[in-house]
C-alpha cells in the first residue's frame, strides 16, 4: 500500500478513535499503527533475536515505509522507565520504555527532527555515540553524555534513553518512536507504529529523487510490510559523520 491509501485508512482509524472515548488516552493522537513488521536477518530472512543485538552497536531497518530509516539500539541496561513528551506543536504523548527480555532495546526514526538529515548511502551525519562526548546542553552549557543520538548537521542532541527527548540543539521535538513489540516465545522483534512527531510527508518532498536512486525502485514511499531488513549502520553508509562540542 502505498502513502496516500495510508493516509485513507488512518482518517478511519482516527475517527474509530474519536468514537471511543476509552481509547483517546494520552498520545493517542500521535499514535501511529502502520502495521506489524518482523525485523529479519537480511541474509537467513530469519527474525533477529534479542541475543544477537550488541550493545553499543548501531542497527538500521526503514519503517514505516520502505525508505524511511530508524535506529535500532541496545542500551544495555533496562529502559522500564517511560518518559512524557511533547511534539513541536504541542501534543503530549508517553514513550513506554525498551523492549526484549532485558528492556534495553529501542528504536527511533533516524530523521533529525530539525532539518531532516539522515542516514543516506554515501553518508550519515546522525549517529549514536555509545561513547561519552561533550556537546551544548539546552542552557547552552559544554554538557559531557555516553549513550546520546547526535545530529552533527547543526548539532542536535538526542536522549534514547528518555525517548530520545531533545538535550541539546536546534530540533524542536524528539525523534519519533518506533514501538517494538517482542515475541519471547518466537525470539523475534516487531514494529508496529511510530509514536510522536513525523516528518514523513515533508521527507518524501525532499528527498524522493535520490531515494529512488538509493533503494533501486520507484516506489519508495510503500508501507513496509511483513519484514524488515535489519542492518548494521556501518554496513549500510560509506561514512559516519562525528562530532563533539
Ligand atoms: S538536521 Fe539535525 S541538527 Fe539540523
Not at 2 to 9: A, E, I, P, Q, Y
Not at 10 to 23: D, F, K, L
Not at 116 to 139: C, G, L, T, W
Request: positive net charge.
Amino acid at each position: 500500500m502505498k502513502r496516500r491509501g495510508f493516509v485513507k485508512l488512518c482518517a478511519t482509524a482516527v475517527a474509530g478513535v474519536a468514537a471511543s472515548p476509552r481509547i483517546l488516552a494520552e498520545g493517542q493522537q500521535v499514535y501511529h499503527p502502520y502495521g506489524r513488521v518482523a525485523l529479519v536477518d537480511p541474509y537467513t530472512k530469519e527474525p533477529v533475536g534479542a541475543g544477537s543485538l550488541e550493545v553499543g552497536e548501531t542497527y538500521l531497518f526503514h519503517y514505516p515505509y520502505i525508505s524511511t530509516p530508524c535506529f535500532l539500539l541496545n542500551l544495555g541496561k533496562a529502559m522500564k522507565t517511560s518518559a512524557r513528551l511533547k511534539t513541536r506543536d504541542g501534543q503530549r504523548y508517553r514513550w513506554k520504555g525498551g523492549a526484549g527480555p532485558q528492556h534495553s532495546i529501542v528504536a527511533f526514526s533516524a530523521i533529525c527532527a530539525h532539518k531532516m538529515s539522515h542516514p543516506a548511502r554515501s553518508v550519515s551525519f546522525i549517529n549514536y555515540r555509545h561513547q561519552e562526548v561533550r556537546f551544548r546542553n539546552k542552557d547552552d552549557k559544554i554538557e559531557e553524555r555516553a549513550g546520546v543520538i547526535y545530529c552533527c548537521s547543526e548539532r542536535s542532541v538526542y536522549d534514547p534513553s528518555d525517548g530520545c527527548r531533545v538535550l541539546g540543539g536546534p530540533a524542536p521535538e524528539p525523534l519519533a518512536a518506533i514501538e517494538l513489540d517482542y515475541d519471547a516465545t518466537r525470539d523475534a522483534f516487531f514494529a508496529t507504529a511510530t509514536i510522536g512527531g513525523e516528518m514523513f510527508d515533508k521527507y518524501f518532498q525532499n528527498f524522493t529523487d535520490r531515494l529512488i536512486l538509493e533503494h533501486g525502485r520507484t516506489d519508495v514511499d510503500a508501507v513496509a510490510r511483513d519484514a524488515c531488513e535489519l542492518v548494521r549502520l556501518r554496513d549500510f553508509t560509506a561514512n559516519q559523520i562525528t562530532c563533539q562540542a
